[in-house]
């Protein structure tokens, strides 16, 4: 049996008032921190709440983070307990969703085929569903973002790496054996960077968050005066230059810093032409920590996507912001719960 380990203290983020009458739990786990939250019908996120995630442990350690972030949610709201129907997960892959165990994720060394959806139930006798976390985002997104209304869904999140999710017709599509829709190994130069997955030019290794940064401080290297303002951002040095660095560089008109957000886009344009081609959605979201930043060039890729399209009416698909940010985790695990009645 898995012990609570009370060793945290979360803190809190509260909007109290009279809850209404179905209320779900959705937590998004990461390898350093789990972020809970009560979402009512509407996917507003009523109470939000942090834990430390101890992933270098033994699982019952680390499950104590889970625990204490939902534990938490309940002090804040004693209501929520009779009100809560379900608690959705978001956790690092691989996973199986289909049994809500978490297989071999890399920055969760804590858990090896760890049965996540069963302890949480046997913790709290509520009913949870576990998915990655870029399905469930996506499915957030169906249900109450921008994608509301819409059949044949891409999600992309943009960040430190690239994630996807698909949803058709209101489901996650999940392929055979739970381990479909990542699109962010989707490889379109053979010759390009490897990437952490072993493969090289996926588009993750390309215009990532990291990525970005990268090529920003290749062209450094022979940029002479034209990379001026990027290195003062930086503090100085061509090594510490980051995305927010190139973002903001960007909006204040420097060319360097335009020239690498805009063959990003450009790379991103060919990546979303074979989505186009194999899936014939009929919106892409983009979300993640990047997401703004390359909104600005929105326009852009729409513009360019017909050339990497064959699809006809590759000019009908919008290209949107999605609704969630810092939260789409949160609201992504209780989307789960939600489409699960």
Request: hydrophobic residues 45%; glycine residues 14%; aromatic residues 6%.
């Amino acid at each position: 049996m898995l012990l609570w380990l009370p060793a945290v203290l979360p803190c809190l983020l509260l909007e109290h008032g009279n809850l209404p009458e179905t209320m779900t739990i959705g937590v998004d786990i990461g390898g350093t921190k789990v972020a809970a939250g009560l979402v009512d019908g509407a996917g507003a996120i009523t109470a939000k709440t942090r834990a430390p995630m101890i992933s270098t442990g033994d699982a019952a350690t680390g499950f104590s983070g889970v625990r204490a972030a939902v534990e938490a949610v309940f002090a804040a709201e004693p209501g929520a307990r009779g009100a809560v129907a379900g608690i959705g997960i978001c956790a690092p892959g691989p996973l199986d969703p289909a049994s809500g165990v978490v297989l071999n994720p890399p920055n969760l060394p804590c858990w090896r085929n760890f049965p996540l959806a069963d302890e949480i139930e046997r913790a709290f006798g509520i009913p949870a569903h576990v998915d990655n976390d870029a399905n469930a985002a996506a499915l957030a997104e169906v249900l109450w973002g921008a994608a509301q209304g819409y059949r044949y869904v891409f999600y992309a999140t943009l960040g430190t790496g690239i994630g996807s999710g698909i949803v058709l017709d209101g489901r996650i599509y999940h392929g055979r054996t739970g381990s479909a829709a990542e699109g962010g190994h989707i490889v379109i130069d053979y010759n390009g960077p490897l990437c952490g997955c072993g493969k090289r030019g996926c588009i993750e290794a390309l215009c990532s968050g990291t990525a970005i940064a990268r090529r920003a401080q290749e062209k450094l290297a022979t940029a002479g005066a034209a990379g001026r303002r990027l290195i003062e951002l930086a503090g100085g040095a061509a090594a510490a230059v980051k995305t927010e660095h190139v973002g903001q560089a960007w909006r204040e008109g420097d060319p360097l810093a335009g020239g690498v957000l805009r063959e990003t886009a450009r790379l991103l344009t060919i990546w979303l032409g074979n989505v186009v081609d194999i899936l014939d959605p009929d919106v892409l979201v983009v979300g993640g920590g990047m997401a703004e930043l390359m909104s600005g060039l929105f326009p852009e890729i729409l513009a360019d996507l017909p050339q990497w399209a064959i699809n006809p009416r590759v000019r009908e698909i919008p290209l949107v912001m999605a609704r969630y940010g810092a939260d789409a985790g949160i609201a992504g695990a209780a989307a789960l719960v939600n489409a699960a009645r």
